[in-house]
T-cell receptor, first 115, second 117 residues
């Protein structure tokens, strides 16, 4: 069975500092991994994805994520946080064997960036 | 290109009633997925449609159903509403053909906030 874990309910970081939001996954076969962000009263916005290839994936708004197969992790990172990055972040996985648009989401991590 | 639209944005119903939510995907997208978001359970997959066929279904009771039309627009229906059905219902669309959509990012609508009293 597929699953995603985001071990931190909340991450606090000062503006200008680097940020990391953690995600680990479990899936049969090759994983397709995604990060989404949700602002209050809004739907989810796609940030980036890992399908295959380079383990470091670059996405929107300066975010990047590192795929680590041995640790089954896909942590979201940003070199310098902005106050406007404060939001709810979701990691999600689908399986290459699935062939359908079924995403399994983690519980979400609230990122709080303080000025 | 217009994004995913969902109507209505807000709904208030009472227990026992039924409700229909609508979703219009991005033009050209044939895959439409539905998710339920609650504070307790997080984001849970309801079902996915591709070219009018339900391809995958989550672990929800039969009171939750959906359909997709030939123009890819989708509806989901919840019958005999329960208090626990109060949630944000999100629709998402993605591109790809029948044999490969799991690697495509999904584009989400703003959601329909359903409150059951």
């Amino acid at each position: 069975a597929q699953s995603v874990a985001q071990p931190e309910d909340q991450v606090n970081v000062a503006e200008g500092n680097p940020l990391t939001v953690k995600c680990t996954y479990s899936v049969s076969g090759n994983p397709y991994l995604f990060w989404y962000v949700q602002y209050p009263n809004r739907g989810l916005q796609f940030l980036l994805k890992y399908i295959t290839g380079d383990n470091l994936v670059k996405g929107s708004y300066g975010f990047e994520a590192e795929f680590n197969k041995s640790q089954t992790s896909f942590h979201l990172k940003k070199p310098s946080a902005l106050v406007s990055d404060s939001a709810l972040y979701f990691c999600a996985v689908s399986a290459s064997s699935s062939n359908t648009g079924k995403l399994i989401f983690g519980q979400g991590t609230t990122l709080q960036v303080k000025p | 290109k217009a994004g995913v639209t969902q109507t209505p944005r807000y709904l208030i119903k009472t227990r026992g009633q039924q409700v229909t939510l609508s979703c219009s995907p991005i033009s050209g997208h044939r895959s439409v997925s539905w998710y339920q978001q609650t504070p307790g359970q997080g984001l849970q997959f309801l079902f996915e449609y591709f070219s009018e066929t339900q391809r995958n279904k989550g672990n929800f009771p039969g009171r939750f159903s959906g359909r997709q039309f030939s123009n890819s627009r989708s509806e989901m229906n919840v019958s005999t509403l329960e208090l626990g059905d109060s949630a944000l219902y999100l629709c998402a669309s993605s591109s790809g053909d029948y044999w490969g959509t799991s690697y495509n990012e999904q584009f989400f609508g703003p959601g329909t906030r359903l409150t059951v009293l």
